[in-house]
């Protein structure tokens, strides 16, 4: 029996990658019709008003008071916004994370497993630090419960949000915006320690996000997406015992 079954883990995971490349390449195309309801209007200006304000948060959050308050009224808002759209059947937590225990689900979050783990590792060894972590100590999951967090809002809320309108460019949007974000920590005049090579930074976040955004879509639940991102960062930050500074 060991052998079908890693025979079909195996085909089902060369077909996920294939269909990686199929959406890459169907990101590229403009040619889907748009048709856009007053509604879904109003969800787009939503979106777009969220994803500004989570990049204010981000370029203010590490100024001291009373700049430090332009981070917070942004953060507030975007939660308020949120709070309003929660309960739409499209975002409600029943269908973001719908299907769980069906077996096309399980083997998505085993491949999500695997490209979270394996992108913590390169970037360790990139940076000189053991591949894999000796011990981990409990900011890690501090560290883990801000992605979550971050999957929670990006993938599930932006993106979701936005597939009303074309599939394809909420991926792209969504992974836009988390990049934006994250690179607004770093550009900030209040960044303590300036990151040394932002257009890299830059590339090689945006490129993640859009695979984290078509591990969604692909599976149709946002936990893959999730345990993917908890998994760079338990092994990313496993022997950290403070917060780096960029964690608010």
């Not at 007053?38 to 009373?66: A, H, M, Q, R």
């Not at 932002?198 to 090689?204: D, G, L, R």
Request: some cysteine; glycine content about 2%; proline content about 4%.
């Amino acid at each position: 029996m060991v052998a079908p079954i890693n025979s079909f883990s195996s085909n089902f995971q060369f077909d996920y990658y294939k269909k990686i490349s199929k959406t890459l390449k169907n990101l590229m195309k403009t040619s889907e019709t748009i048709i856009v309801s007053p509604n879904v209007k109003k969800k787009l200006f939503d979106t777009l008003i969220c994803s500004f304000e989570i990049v204010i948060f981000g370029y203010f959050i590490n100024y001291s008071f009373p700049y430090k308050i332009i981070a917070f009224v942004a953060l507030s808002h975007t939660s308020f916004i949120i709070s309003r759209n929660i309960n739409h059947q499209l975002i409600s937590f029943a269908q973001l994370f719908k299907n769980t225990f069906k077996t096309r689900t399980i083997i998505y979050l085993i491949i999500g497993i695997q490209m979270g783990l394996a992108a913590a590792m390169y970037y360790r060894g990139s940076n000189t630090m053991p591949v894999l972590p000796n011990l981990i100590k409990p900011f890690s999951i501090i560290a883990v419960s801000i992605g979550i967090t971050e999957e929670l809002f990006f993938r599930g809320f932006i993106q979701t949000q936005l597939n009303r309108i074309n599939t394809y460019w909420a991926i792209l949007f969504a992974a836009f915006t988390h990049t934006a974000y994250k690179t607004s920590l770093f550009i900030s005049p209040a960044t303590i320690i300036p990151h040394e090579n932002i257009p890299f930074f830059m590339i090689a976040s945006f490129i993640a996000f859009i695979i984290l955004g078509i591990l969604k879509q692909q599976s149709k639940n946002l936990l893959p997406s999730i345990i993917a991102h908890a998994a760079f960062d338990l092994v990313v930050y496993a022997e950290i015992t403070q917060a780096p500074w960029w964690v608010w």
